[in-house]
Nanobody
Framework: QVQLVESGGGLVQAGGSLQLSCAAS????????MGWFRQAPGNEREFVAF????????YYADSVKGRFTISRDNAKNTVYLQMNSLKPEDTAVYYC???????????????????WGQGTQVTVSS
């Protein structure tokens, strides 16, 4: 089992920045690729960003490319999502997720992930 706990959400004005953190405990953090997803009311959960278990490769949804950066600190068992130039349409509950590190390729579908955090609310005002 892996337990994931997100933090760092909040209310920010459009154009502002937030950094989300996701702390992992339990099994070996480096065994897992990590992803960030978000879900707005009435919408399906959507992929935001992905990072391989080593941190060597990242991938982003087109909607956040150039504005968001995913990173991880394996010594601290933590994955981050730096969000800049935030827009009102970025408003959602953000979730981190852990997926099997032996998988090849980018994991962009929720069902590809085994572990989820409880989510943290991000609200961007216009």
């Amino acid at each position: 089992q892996v337990q994931l706990v997100e933090s760092g959400g909040g209310l920010v004005q459009a154009g502002g920045s937030l950094q989300l953190s996701c702390a992992a405990s339990g099994r070996t953090f480096t065994s897992y690729h990590m992803g960030w997803f978000r879900q707005a009311p009435g919408n399906e959960r959507e992929f935001v960003a992905f990072i391989t278990r080593s941190g060597g490769s990242t991938y982003y949804a087109d909607s956040v490319k150039g504005r968001f950066t995913i990173s991880r600190d394996n010594a601290k068992n933590t994955v981050y999502l730096q969000m800049n130039s935030l827009k009102p349409e970025d408003t959602a509950v953000y979730y981190c997720a852990g997926g099997p590190g032996h998988r090849i390729g980018v994991l962009t579908i929720p069902t590809q992930y085994d572990y989820w955090g409880q989510g943290t609310q991000v609200t961007v005002s216009s």
